[in-house]
């Protein structure tokens, strides 16, 4: 599986963006999709997870701004991040894992570069 994550930028502090995660090459026939972050200085941590179809997510405890959702028919997962803040900078990634365990924070088995947000104050 290949993922490709893009959307990040540089934006001010109250702004909104909207991170694409594009997949190809699937072969599993059922799979989670999730967005992580890493903060500088920071370790990685899950954001949100939805599966295959896009009718269950489950986002990590305080995700209030930010809203995962699926788009199949284009293969890809999106994170809709709004009134962002300075502690929001990241660099954001996507991930894939086979199976149904909205749940996991590892065994992602797949991974997209990572797309870098930056919020100014």
């Known amino acids: 599986v290949q993922l490709q994550a893009s959307g990040g930028g540089l934006v001010q502090a109250g702004d909104s963006l909207r991170l694409s995660c594009a997949a190809s090459g699937r072969t599993f026939t059922s799979y989670v999709t999730a967005w992580f972050r890493q903060a500088p200085g920071k370790e990685r941590e899950l954001i949100a997870t939805?599966?295959?179809?896009?009718?269950?997510k489950h986002y990590a405890d305080g995700v209030t701004r930010f809203t995962i959702s699926r788009d199949s028919a284009k293969n890809s997962v999106y994170l809709q991040m709004n009134n962002l803040k300075p502690e929001d900078t990241a660099v954001y990634y996507c991930?894939?894992?086979?199976?149904?365990?909205?749940?996991?924070?590892?065994?992602?088995?797949?991974w997209g570069q990572g797309t870098l947000v930056t919020v100014s104050s």
């Open positions: 939805i599966s295959k179809g896009g009718g269950s």
């Open positions: 991930a894939e894992r086979a199976g149904f365990n909205l749940y996991a924070t590892d065994g992602y088995e797949y």
